[in-house]
T-cell receptor, first 114, second 111 residues
Framework: SQQGEEDPQALSIQEGENATMNCSYK?????LQWYRQNSGRGLVHLIL?????REKHSGRLRVTLDTSKKSSSLLITASRAADTASYFC??????????????FGRGTQLTVWP | IAGITQAPTSQILAAGRRMTLRCTQD?????MYWYRQDLGLGLRLIHY???????GKGEVPDGYSVSRANTDDFPLTLASAVPSQTSVYFC??????????FGPGTRLTVL
């Protein structure tokens, strides 16, 4: 399966702390993406990192990618209660008919306490 | 319309009934997708369409069908609903940078 797997399944921290979530995958990729889902809502795209990139930043988000280990991490710095959500990594189909399709992991549920 | 809309928001359906979930986007994206989300299983792809007039099967296509008559609409049909199709269904479209945009979801309960 190309599905990514997030770790941990659940993470609980205090406001102001950093939150780190990890994702591992099994096959070659063109890019890896992170999405956020608030309870009862659809997924929202956070950041995309290409296979030739090692690190990417967007605001308080920092994503790393290690293609040799087939893993990625999402770091949220100075977390806020509003960051409470589920976070999913998604890998893309690599070639042919699967190109452009995304394979999602089961997600990490992040809870940030005020 | 801004982005992707789905209808209905939620539905309770008797087993054996036919149901069509609607999805419309106004971003002129070529590729569209239907996922189902179940607790502990994440999102699983049901069907996809790379462009109007074409469709393909995802990971869990059985019991579902789709059509793509035009760029904007991508309806998902359950021909004869079963309780295992109780789930939250998300429609998505993909832009040229591979980012997917999701609708708000349809919560379907099959009794």
């Amino acid at each position: 399966s190309q599905q990514g797997e997030e770790d941990p399944q659940a993470l609980s921290i205090q406001e102001g702390e950093n939150a780190t979530m990890n994702c591992s995958y099994k096959t070659s990729i063109n890019n890896l993406q992170w999405y956020r889902q608030n309870s009862g809502r659809g997924l929202v795209h956070l950041i995309l990192i290409r296979s030739n990139e090692r690190e990417k930043h967007s605001g308080r988000l920092r994503v790393t990618l290690d293609t040799s280990k087939k893993s990625s991490s999402l770091l949220i710095t100075a977390s806020r209660a509003a960051d409470t959500a589920s976070y999913f990594c998604a890998t893309d189909g690599y070639r042919g008919s699967t190109l452009g399709r995304l394979y999602f992991g089961r997600g990490t549920q992040l809870t940030v306490w005020p | 319309i801004a982005g992707i809309t789905q209808a209905p928001t939620s539905q309770i359906l008797a087993a054996g009934r036919r149901m069509t979930l609607r999805c419309t986007q106004d971003m002129r994206h070529n590729a569209m997708y239907w996922y189902r989300q179940d607790l502990g299983l994440g999102l699983r792809l049901i069907h996809y369409s790379n462009t109007a007039g074409t469709t393909g099967k995802g990971e869990v296509p059985d019991g579902y069908s789709v059509s793509r008559a035009n760029t904007d609409d991508f309806p998902l049909t359950l021909a004869s609903a079963v309780p295992s199709q109780t789930s939250v269904y998300f429609c998505a479209s993909r832009d040229n940078y591979n980012e997917q945009f999701f609708g708000p979801g349809t919560r379907l309960t099959v009794l």
